[in-house]
């Protein structure tokens, strides 16, 4: 059922490690967003957009059954770029899946049409687990609150246009991406029916991911070059602290939250040494993709 391709799979990971450098000198002069307070303060964020009333500019390429750079005209979030792949046998008569994985920088909209999808395999090995599943793969401009804010007005554009299935609605986000899907989480956690994070840090509030009971499952690499495995381990130990307090036991909260560190052998067993770049690998993982579309 799943297709292998050594050679695409290593330029795919090593299209994710170059962007390493750059993205860190980016970071470095990026100034805060104009009235943001840190997570706390994104939780309470008020949604004005109206999906019905969004309209869309259809792309015109296309790239292995995706449709490439649609934009979502939001009126008040702007123009969000995305790509999309709908089954052929999606014809609205019945609700189907939906899944929004969210890019690295590498594939963030600057770096060129379609880049998300050429320098990572989400998307794609997504397909393996639902055949009735729309797949969304935005490329935003950053990792902070407005591409957060972009997200979700283009989740609610989904939701609201095409006949989908509340409860299976599923988000990825690997490095810059799972910053922002954090976020998203800690604004509107109830929209999706679980979240993976790979090779990330977590930048949202976690009240309300606790409050929806949304799973969370985070993947890092031990020594990830970028962001080492600390932050994914303190957002766990917040978020299970957090679930502690509601009075969940521990059973129930294995339910909802995962923290999956890979050693350096799980990486060099598949022929990889960089672990930040490696985590383009976590899409191959029939554990961690499944445990996200098992939900």
């Known amino acids: ?23 860190e000198a980016e ?12 997570p706390e303060a994104t939780s309470t964020l008020d949604f004005q957009t109206d999906p019905s009333q969004a309209t869309v500019t259809e792309g015109t390429q296309e790239y292995r059954d995706f449709l490439l750079d649609n934009v979502l005209h939001s009126a008040n979030d702007g123009d969000i770029h995305y790509s999309v792949y709908i089954p052929d ?6 609700p189907y899946a939906v899944f929004f ?58 939701l609201c246009h095409y006949n989908i299935d509340p409860e299976k609605v599923y988000a990825e986000g690997y490095s810059g991406g799972g910053e922002t899907m954090s976020q998203v989480m ?32 985070l993947a890092v690499g031990e020594s990830d070059e970028y962001y080492g495995s600390g932050p994914s381990e303190e957002a766990y130990e917040n978020l299970y602290g957090l679930y502690h307090q ?25 022929g990889w040494t960089n672990q930040h770049g490696g985590g383009g690998l976590f899409a191959s993982d029939e554990e961690i993709m499944g445990w996200l579309f098992d939900r």
Do not use: H
């Open 1 to 23: 059922m799943r297709e292998s391709d050594g050679s695409t799979q290593a330029a795919v990971l090593e299209a994710e490690d170059s962007g390493l450098v750059q993205e």
């Open 27 to 38: 970071r470095q002069t990026e100034q805060p967003v104009e009235g943001s307070a840190g």
């Open 89 to 94: 046998s999606y014809d609205g008569s019945e």
């Open 101 to 158: 994985t969210l890019p690295g920088y590498e594939g963030l909209y600057f770096q060129g049409v379609g880049e998300n999808l050429y320098s990572e395999n989400f998307a794609f090995e997504a397909m393996n687990y639902n055949s009735k599943m729309i797949i969304v793969a935005p490329q935003l401009s950053d990792w902070g609150e407005t591409s957060a804010r972009q997200t979700i007005a283009l989740v609610e554009y989904f």
């Open 186 to 217: 800690g604004m509107r956690p109830e929209l999706f029916t679980a979240y993976l994070q790979c090779s990330s840090q977590w930048d949202g509030a976690y009240e309300p991911v606790v409050e929806s009971r949304t799973p969370v499952y």
């Open 246 to 270: 509601e009075g969940l036991a521990d059973e129930e909260i294995r339910e909802l939250l995962v923290l999956d560190v890979k050693d350096a052998d799980w990486f060099e067993s598949r």
